[in-house]
Nanobody, 124 residues
Framework: QVQLVESGGVLVQAGGPPRLSCAAS????????MTWFRQAPGQEREFVAS????????VYADSVKGRFTISSNNALTTVYLQMDNLKPEETAVYFC?????????????????WGQGTQVTVAS
C-alpha cells in the first residue's frame, strides 16, 4: 500500500548540487512529516531533514543546515532534497521516510515507513 520511491542519486564532484526526489503514494502527506535519512558505508542511519505536511515546518540536522533544502511539489505528492556543497563524507544511501505523526521522526526507531534508498556518491 504505502510506497516511498526515491530518485535523483548521482555521482558528483565535491560541492555538487544534486536534488533528490521522493514520490509518496498510499498515504496522506498532510498527516505526516516527510523525512530524509542517510546511511554512509559502515555507519548508522542518520536523520537529515524533514518537512511537515501540517504547516510546512522544516527541520534539518545540524550537519546540513545552510546547505540542504527540503521542499515539496504543489500536490504534496513528492518531497525534494536539494543538496548544495556536498562533501565526500556525505556519500551515502539516502532514504525517504515517514513517521507516525506530523512531527518529524528524528531517529530510525520512530520511522514508520522507509523508501528503498538512492545512492549519492560524492567524489573526493
Amino acid at each position: 500500500q504505502v510506497q516511498l520511491v526515491e530518485s535523483g542519486g548521482v555521482l558528483v564532484q565535491a560541492g555538487g548540487p544534486p536534488r533528490l526526489s521522493c514520490a509518496a503514494s498510499g498515504l496522506t502527506f498532510s498527516n505526516y512529516a516527510m523525512t530524509w535519512f542517510r546511511q554512509a558505508p559502515g555507519q548508522e542511519r542518520e536523520f537529515v531533514a524533514s518537512l511537515s505536511g501540517n504547516g510546512g515546518t522544516t527541520v534539518y540536522a545540524d550537519s546540513v543546515k545552510g546547505r540542504f533544502t527540503i521542499s515539496s511539489n504543489n500536490a504534496l505528492t513528492t518531497v525534494y532534497l536539494q543538496m548544495d556543497n556536498l562533501k565526500p563524507e556525505e556519500t551515502a544511501v539516502y532514504f525517504c521516510a515517514v513517521g507516525w505523526t506530523t512531527s518529524p521522526p528524528r531517529v530510525s526507531r520512530l520511522v514508520r515507513y522507509w523508501g528503498q534508498g538512492t545512492q549519492v556518491t560524492v567524489a573526493s
